[in-house]
Protein backbone atom coordinates (compact mmCIF):
# COMPACT_ATOMS: atom_id res chain seq x y z
CA UNK A 1 0.00 0.00 0.00
CA UNK A 2 1.13 3.65 -0.70
CA UNK A 3 -0.31 6.22 0.76
CA UNK A 4 -0.05 9.86 -1.07
CA UNK A 5 -2.89 12.01 0.60
CA UNK A 6 -2.77 14.69 -2.66
CA UNK A 7 -4.98 16.35 -5.23
CA UNK A 8 -4.36 14.18 -8.21
CA UNK A 9 -5.22 15.00 -12.18
CA UNK A 10 -8.99 13.39 -12.72
CA UNK A 11 -7.44 10.36 -14.91
CA UNK A 12 -5.41 9.10 -12.32
CA UNK A 13 -7.43 7.05 -10.63
CA UNK A 14 -8.70 5.58 -13.89
CA UNK A 15 -4.31 4.66 -14.99
CA UNK A 16 -4.26 2.81 -11.56
CA UNK A 17 -6.94 0.46 -11.72
CA UNK A 18 -5.66 -0.19 -15.27
CA UNK A 19 -2.31 -1.47 -13.55
CA UNK A 20 -4.15 -3.58 -12.13
CA UNK A 21 -4.52 -1.37 -8.49
CA UNK A 22 -7.41 -0.05 -6.64
CA UNK A 23 -7.77 3.57 -6.55
CA UNK A 24 -9.14 5.15 -3.02
CA UNK A 25 -10.27 8.54 -3.45
CA UNK A 26 -13.28 10.98 -2.56
CA UNK A 27 -14.23 13.81 -4.09
CA UNK A 28 -12.98 17.25 -1.86
CA UNK A 29 -15.65 20.10 -1.31
CA UNK A 30 -14.87 23.86 -2.87
CA UNK A 31 -12.41 24.79 0.05
CA UNK A 32 -11.00 21.53 0.62
CA UNK A 33 -10.28 21.81 -3.25
CA UNK A 34 -8.88 25.33 -3.25
CA UNK A 35 -6.74 24.20 -0.68
CA UNK A 36 -5.41 21.25 -2.16
CA UNK A 37 -4.65 23.27 -5.28
CA UNK A 38 -2.42 26.01 -3.31
CA UNK A 39 -0.21 22.91 -2.12
CA UNK A 40 -0.33 21.31 -5.64
CA UNK A 41 1.20 24.72 -7.16
CA UNK A 42 4.10 24.41 -4.90
CA UNK A 43 4.66 21.15 -5.34
CA UNK A 44 4.65 21.77 -9.08
CA UNK A 45 6.99 24.73 -8.72
CA UNK A 46 9.31 22.84 -6.83
CA UNK A 47 9.39 19.99 -8.80
CA UNK A 48 10.11 22.90 -11.80
CA UNK A 49 12.75 24.14 -9.84
CA UNK A 50 14.68 20.90 -9.24
CA UNK A 51 14.58 19.53 -12.69
CA UNK A 52 14.29 22.64 -14.80
CA UNK A 53 12.42 20.87 -17.16
CA UNK A 54 9.32 22.66 -18.84
CA UNK A 55 7.01 19.82 -19.02
CA UNK A 56 6.93 21.31 -15.03
CA UNK A 57 5.78 24.82 -16.29
CA UNK A 58 3.00 22.90 -18.41
CA UNK A 59 1.85 21.18 -14.58
CA UNK A 60 2.10 24.97 -12.84
CA UNK A 61 -0.24 26.26 -15.68
CA UNK A 62 -2.83 23.72 -15.44
CA UNK A 63 -3.07 24.01 -11.51
CA UNK A 64 -3.21 27.60 -12.11
CA UNK A 65 -6.11 27.12 -15.16
CA UNK A 66 -8.00 24.95 -11.89
CA UNK A 67 -7.23 27.63 -9.53
CA UNK A 68 -8.48 30.74 -11.88
CA UNK A 69 -11.49 28.70 -12.39
CA UNK A 70 -12.00 27.64 -8.73
CA UNK A 71 -11.76 31.29 -7.50
CA UNK A 72 -14.59 32.17 -9.91
CA UNK A 73 -12.48 33.39 -12.68
CA UNK A 74 -10.83 31.63 -16.16
CA UNK A 75 -7.28 31.22 -17.11
CA UNK A 76 -8.14 33.43 -19.99
CA UNK A 77 -8.92 36.24 -17.67
CA UNK A 78 -5.35 35.46 -16.14
CA UNK A 79 -3.63 35.85 -19.16
CA UNK A 80 -5.67 38.96 -20.00
CA UNK A 81 -4.10 41.23 -16.74
CA UNK A 82 -0.61 39.10 -17.33
CA UNK A 83 -0.55 41.23 -20.74
CA UNK A 84 -1.96 44.06 -18.37
CA UNK A 85 0.69 44.22 -16.01
CA UNK A 86 3.25 43.58 -18.81
CA UNK A 87 1.83 46.78 -20.70
CA UNK A 88 2.03 48.45 -17.07
CA UNK A 89 5.10 47.10 -15.28
CA UNK A 90 6.84 45.10 -18.01
CA UNK A 91 7.74 41.70 -18.21
CA UNK A 92 11.13 40.21 -17.67
CA UNK A 93 12.48 39.77 -20.88
CA UNK A 94 15.72 42.20 -19.99
CA UNK A 95 16.79 40.36 -16.98
CA UNK A 96 16.85 43.22 -15.03
CA UNK A 97 18.09 42.74 -11.38
CA UNK A 98 17.18 45.76 -8.95
CA UNK A 99 20.03 45.74 -6.40
CA UNK A 100 18.95 48.87 -4.48
CA UNK A 101 17.42 52.49 -4.69
CA UNK A 102 18.92 55.16 -3.11
CA UNK A 103 17.14 58.52 -2.30
CA UNK A 104 18.09 62.02 -4.48
CA UNK A 105 20.05 64.28 -2.76
Known amino acids: ???????????????????????????????QYIAELKKKLLEEVNEYIESGECMELADIMEVADALAVASGS?????????????????AFHNKIFLERVEEND
Do not use: H, Q, W
Open 74 to 90: SFTEVLELKGKKAIKNG
Open 1 to 31: MRVYNKLVRDNIPKIIETNGEKAITYILNDE
